[in-house]
């Protein structure tokens, strides 16, 4: 009784495993479907979103920077916003950075924030359309 009781839970254990693979090998493969679109939509980040989530004074820094060219060093922010301290401007600037609408590039003393290359393809298309600056209709 013994050798049969083995080879009964050697054939069962060997059912689970063959049945395993072939539930791994022929389930749906739907996960990867919401992975890849969730993964597009990463790639082409919602400028006109992000803007929503500025502050009043972030979203006026920038709107200063786009209109100055996208290139501006911190020594002429000091002076635009003189009624800001130097340490709550840079950390607004930083923010920005780190949503990504500038890049920042250090020098001579001197801190330069541009536009990324992304977003002002974005903006400037939106200047060539002349209208309003509002996100583009889905």
Known sequence: MDQSYIEL????????????????????????QVTEAVDTQAEEP????RRKGLSSSQLQILQFIEGEGGDVTMQTLYKR???VPDRELFYR???IHLLGFLEK?????????RLTPEYAEAVEA???DKTVMLPPSS
Do not use: H, Y
């Open 9 to 32: 839970i050697v054939a069962f254990l060997a059912g689970l495993i063959v049945g395993g693979v072939l539930v791994f090998a022929i389930r749906p493969r739907q996960k990867t």
């Open 46 to 49: 919602s400028w006109w979103l």
């Open 81 to 83: 916003w003189a009624k």
């Open 93 to 95: 600037m930083e923010q």
């Open 105 to 113: 590039e250090r020098g001579d003393n001197e801190v330069t924030f």
């Open 126 to 128: 939106l200047q060539d």
